[in-house]
C-alpha cells in the first residue's frame, strides 16, 4: 500500500485567538515498505499529521490517498473499517481503556477488524505481549502499569492486526535505552516483513542511525533536514 498526500493543509479556529495553521503540505508520497523519521520541535504539528493520516482528524483542505483510495472521501463508517484493518497507530499519549486489561486492550483492534476468528483473538494478543516484554501482565489494567509499559502495550495494540501503515508518535520516550532499543527492532522488522510503510516521529537522536530517510517538519511544511558541518 502506498501513501499519497495532495495540498494538505490544516489550521486550528478558536474564539479566543487568530486562526493557527500548523501543516500546509503541498505534495507528500511514501511508497510501500517505506521507513521515515519525522522530526520536528513540540507543537510542530507532528501529532496532527498523524491523526489526519490515520483517519481521525478531516483536514481543512487536501487529500489523503491509499493506493488510489481517498480516505476522506469515504463514508465515516468505511474509514472506520480502513483504519482497524490497514493502520496501527501507537499514540503519544498511549490511548488505552483504563477498563480493560491489558490483553484486552491489544485484542479490541482485532474485533474491529475482524480478520482472524474470535477464537483466535486471545492467542495472537498473548502472543504480542510476549513480544515486547509484558507476557505476565496480560491480566492487569493500565493504572497498575508503569508508562513504560503501557507504551510498550499500545505497541502490541498498534501491531497486532499486521497494519499496512503503522504510525508510532514518539514510541522510545518513556524506555530505558535497552528497551527502546528492542521495540524499534520489533517495530522496523514487523514492518520489514510485512512490507509496511512505518512512520516513527520522535525527539530521540538515538534513532537516527536506524533510518535512512529522515525528514523534518518545519512551519508545517516537511523539508529535507539541515546537513551537519564540521
Not at 150 to 177: G, S
Request: proline content about 6%.
Amino acid at each position: 500500500m502506498s501513501l499519497r498526500v495532495e495540498s494538505l493543509s490544516h489550521t486550528f479556529k478558536s474564539p479566543a485567538s487568530e486562526p493557527r495553521t500548523v501543516l500546509a503540505i503541498e505534495s507528500w508520497a511514501l511508497a510501500e515498505g517505506d521507513q521515515l523519521l519525522l522530526r520536528g520541535v513540540s507543537g510542530s504539528g507532528k501529532t496532527t499529521l498523524f491523526n489526519i493520516l490515520a483517519g481521525l482528524l478531516r483536514p481543512t483542505t487536501g487529500a489523503v490517498y491509499y493506493d488510489s483510495r481517498s480516505l476522506y472521501a469515504l463514508p465515516e463508517e468505511a474509514r472506520d473499517r480502513f483504519r482497524a484493518r490497514q493502520i496501527g497507530y501507537v499514540f503519544q499519549t498511549h490511548q488505552l481503556i483504563g477498563a480493560l486489561t491489558a490483553l484486552d486492550n491489544v485484542i479490541m483492534p482485532m474485533a474491529f477488524a475482524r480478520i482472524l476468528p474470535p477464537s483466535a483473538w486471545r492467542r495472537r494478543g498473548l502472543e504480542l505481549l510476549a513480544q515486547v516484554g509484558l507476557a505476565d501482565f496480560a491480566k492487569y489494567p493500565p493504572r497498575k502499569l508503569s508508562t513504560g509499559q503501557r507504551l510498550r502495550v499500545a505497541i502490541a495494540r498498534a501491531l497486532v492486526n499486521d497494519p499496512r501503515l503503522l504510525l508510532a508518535d514518539e514510541p522510545t520516550a518513556a524506555l530505558d535505552e535497552v528497551s527502546g532499543a528492542s521495540v524499534m527492532d520489533l517495530l522496523q522488522e514487523t514492518c520489514q516483513a510485512n512490507n509496511a510503510i512505518l512512520i516513527v516521529a520522535s525527539h530521540d537522536p538515538a534513532l537516527m542511525s536506524r533510518f535512512s530517510a529522515v525528514i523534518d517538519l518545519r512551519g508545517g511544511m516537511l523539508v529535507e533536514p539541515e546537513a551537519v558541518t564540521t
